[in-house]
């Protein structure tokens, strides 16, 4: 009925400060939903980020973090790489690791500016794509560098991804 309906305000209440939403459920929406509805995922998205602009002051604040663990992942890969005690047991299972976690990253913001556009405009003032471009360089240097590794067929592998 037409009573029951929340009004604007209560709704982007309702959403934000009960935290029924927050960046990494939207985040999850995201990265899951887009591929099976994206349109759908994209009028939900509209409407959660439109009727509580806080949202995108929270994605600001997360893209730091995001960011900085995403710079952490591969420089741990990359100091294990350039010592030279670990760089000849550099582990495939590390590197797979370290791949799948920033490709996980990197796809899950990828759904996010696929889905809501806007978020590009965040996405770009936190300086993802320079993030995004130092990891591949460290991840590429520490692969190059653990020699153990050449034999695996896993750097072949990972650069072509």
Same mark, same amino acid.
């Given at each position: 009925?037409?009573?029951? %309906?929340?009004?604007?305000?209560?709704? =982007?209440?309702?959403?934000?400060?009960?935290?029924?939403?927050?960046?990494?459920?939207?985040?999850?929406?995201? !990265? /899951?939903?887009?591929? /099976?509805?994206? *349109?759908?995922? $994209? %009028? /939900?998205?509209?409407?959660?980020?439109? =009727?509580?602009?806080?949202?995108?002051?929270?994605?600001?604040? !997360?893209?730091?973090?995001?960011?900085?663990?995403?710079?952490?992942?591969?420089?741990?890969?990359?100091?294990?790489?350039? +010592?030279?005690?670990? &760089?000849?047991? @550099?582990?495939?299972?590390?590197? %797979? +690791?370290?791949?799948?976690?920033?490709?996980?990253? &990197?796809?899950?913001? #990828?759904?996010?500016? %696929? *889905?809501?556009?806007? =978020?590009?405009?965040?996405?770009?003032?936190? =300086?993802?794509? $320079?993030? @995004?471009?130092?990891?591949?360089? $460290?991840? *590429?240097?520490?692969?190059?560098?653990?020699?153990?590794?050449?034999?695996?067929?896993?750097?072949?592998? !990972? #650069? $072509?991804?």
């Amino acid at each position: 009925a037409d009573n029951e %309906r929340l009004s604007n305000g209560a709704h =982007s209440a309702l959403l934000y400060d009960t935290w029924l939403m927050d960046i990494p459920k939207l985040l999850d929406m995201c !990265a /899951v939903y887009s591929a /099976v509805d994206l *349109v759908l995922t $994209q %009028r /939900v998205m509209r409407n959660v980020f439109q =009727s509580q602009p806080k949202y995108l002051n929270d994605l600001g604040e !997360a893209l730091p973090l995001v960011c900085g663990a995403m710079n952490a992942a591969s420089l741990q890969l990359m100091r294990q790489a350039l +010592d030279d005690a670990h &760089a000849s047991t @550099l582990s495939a299972d590390s590197v %797979r +690791d370290t791949c799948l976690y920033l490709s996980d990253c &990197a796809l899950t913001l #990828l759904a996010l500016m %696929r *889905v809501y556009h806007e =978020s590009a405009v965040v996405c770009w003032r936190h =300086s993802l794509l $320079q993030t @995004l471009a130092a990891t591949h360089c $460290q991840l *590429v240097a520490a692969t190059r560098r653990g020699s153990a590794l050449h034999d695996t067929g896993l750097i072949d592998d !990972a #650069l $072509q991804k």
